[in-house]
């Protein structure tokens, strides 16, 4: 059955710095790989998908990458603000089953 | 328009109500999906319809009944929940099940058992 597990649980960060959130897997067999944002009380915003064929992918400050041979992603933030202070889950997609979740990584950015 | 609606977006019942969830789609999905997510923990698949068939059902108690009456809305009825229900209940589509499409989601119903 796959696990997927994120670390840290919890960080916090000043404002500027870059930072990586870890997400790994236990079954590489999976589609695709989600990053997921999340504010306090809110629904999940999606802010990367990176195919199994594919290595990484970027989105303004945001850089996903993946290995499935090792069964591990990174969620790269660069120039971290405020703003970026929220829950982040990664999730994967695997056949005969929907989204796997991770318990997420809860950032936190000072000003 | 990538979007999935879900109505209403907060919902505070007692342990003897019947209520229902609605979620939307107008992007041509064939695949829709019940979500459950607890306080500070992640979302866990309750059913995932195919077609307009129940394709999983992640053995959900029988108080949370799921509908799919046409390829554009998801229904979920409650009845007779309990407190421990409370959760944000999160509805999502994606094209077919199964595959490497990516998966689009609600802003999530806000559901309160008293």
């Known amino acids: 059955k796959q696990e997927v597990t994120q670390i840290p649980a919890a960080l916090s960060v000043p404002e500027g710095e870059n930072l990586v959130l870890n997400c790994s897997f236990t079954d590489s067999a999976i589609y695709n790989l989600q990053w997921f944002r999340q504010d306090p009380g809110k629904g999940l915003t999606s802010l990367l998908l990176i195919q199994s064929s594919q290595r990484e992918q970027t989105s303004g400050r945001l850089n996903a990458s993946l290995d499935k041979s090792s069964g591990r992603s990174t969620l790269y933030i660069a120039a971290s603000q405020p703003g970026d202070s929220a829950t982040y889950l990664c999730a994967a997609n695997q056949a005969g089953t929907a989204l796997i979740f991770g318990k997420g990584t809860t950032l936190s950015v000072s000003s | 328009d990538t979007e999935v609606t879900q109505t209403p977006k907060h919902l505070v019942m007692g342990m003897t109500n019947k209520k229902s969830l609605k979620c939307e789609q107008h992007?041509?999905?064939?695949?829709m999906y019940w979500y459950k997510q607890k306080a500070k923990k992640p979302p866990e698949l309750m059913f995932v319809?195919?077609?307009?068939?129940?394709?999983i059902n992640e053995s959900v108690p029988s108080r949370f009944s799921p509908e799919c009456p046409n390829s554009s809305l998801l229904n979920l009825h409650l009845h007779a929940l309990q407190p421990e229900d409370s959760a944000l209940y999160l509805c999502?589509?994606?094209?077919?099940?199964?595959?490497?499409?990516?998966?689009?989601f609600g802003p999530g119903t806000r559901l309160t058992v008293t």
């Open positions: 992007m041509g999905h064939r695949a």
């Open positions: 999502a589509s994606s094209q077919v099940i199964g595959t490497a499409y990516e998966q689009y």
């Open positions: 319809y195919s077609y307009e068939k129940l394709s």
